[in-house]
């Protein structure tokens, strides 16, 4: 079957940095996205890795390992504005985002 | 201008009713999707739809039932609606004349409640 596996939840201190795990079962792969949710709001993307390797966005970076099924997205200079849940999605070979249950993400001052 | 807008954000309604949520993206884009988020927050596809015609039909129902009368609407229709109905029903869209080969772009949400 196809499955996303990503902790529930994480916390971390404002200021500091934390990496959000992972890892992935699919059929077929077309690339892996990172979201974010804010409780009670709509999610919005952060990231899509099709290739191997670290993507830099700001304070923001995504890293995927297509041979491992594994990605992680690193969060620097914690806000708390970062509280939120981020999700993690895998594009299988029929073109479908298979989704992960998302990791709460709480930043403590 | 919001993207993606969906009306009702909330709705509140007896078991047995029917009702009907309704998006409408103004990004030009070729492709909208039904979601459903449940309590423990997984997001499921439900329905797609490129250029108001069906691509993707999940293991849903038939009481639900998409209508697209143009490529910037697509409005879910829910019959005998059942308890297990109560959740966040999010809209989406994405470029492209693939579906989902590009991010999409959410809608805020209709948080719906089945008593």
């Known amino acids: 079957g196809q499955n996303i596996d990503q902790p529930t939840e994480m916390t971390a201190t404002e200021g500091a940095i934390v990496q959000i795990n992972c890892t992935y079962q699919?059929?077929?792969?077309?690339?892996l996205f990172w979201y974010q949710q804010h409780a009670g709001e709509a999610p919005t993307f952060l990231s899509y890795?099709?290739l191997d390797g670290l993507e830099e966005k700001g304070r923001f970076s995504s890293f995927l390992s297509r041979s491992k099924g594994y990605s992680y997205l690193l969060l620097k200079e914690l806000q708390m504005k970062d509280s939120a849940s981020y999700l993690c999605?895998?594009?299988?070979?029929?073109?479908?985002?298979?989704w992960g249950a998302g990791t709460k993400l709480i930043i403590k001052p | 201008d919001t993207a993606v807008s969906q009306t009702p954000k909330y709705l509140v309604t007896q078991m047995g009713n029917d009702k009907s949520i309704k998006c409408e993206q103004n990004?030009?884009?070729?492709?909208m999707y039904w979601y459903k988020q449940d309590s423990k927050k997984f997001l499921k596809i439900m329905f797609s739809?490129?250029?108001?015609?069906?691509?993707i039909n999940e293991t849903v129902p038939n009481r639900f039932s998409p209508k697209s009368p143009d490529k910037a609407h697509l409005n879910l229709h829910i019959n005998s609606l059942e308890l297990g109905d109560s959740a966040v029903y999010f809209c989406?869209?994405?470029?492209?004349?693939?579906?989902?080969?590009?991010?999409?772009?959410f809608g805020e949400g209709s948080r719906l409640t089945v008593l």
């Open positions: 989406a869209s994405s470029p492209g004349n693939d579906p989902n080969t590009g991010e999409l772009f």
């Open positions: 990004l030009g884009h070729d492709t």
């Open positions: 739809y490129n250029n108001k015609e069906l691509i």
């Open positions: 699919t059929s077929g792969f077309n690339g």
């Open positions: 890795n099709v």
């Open positions: 999605a895998a594009l299988d070979s029929n073109y479908q985002l298979i």
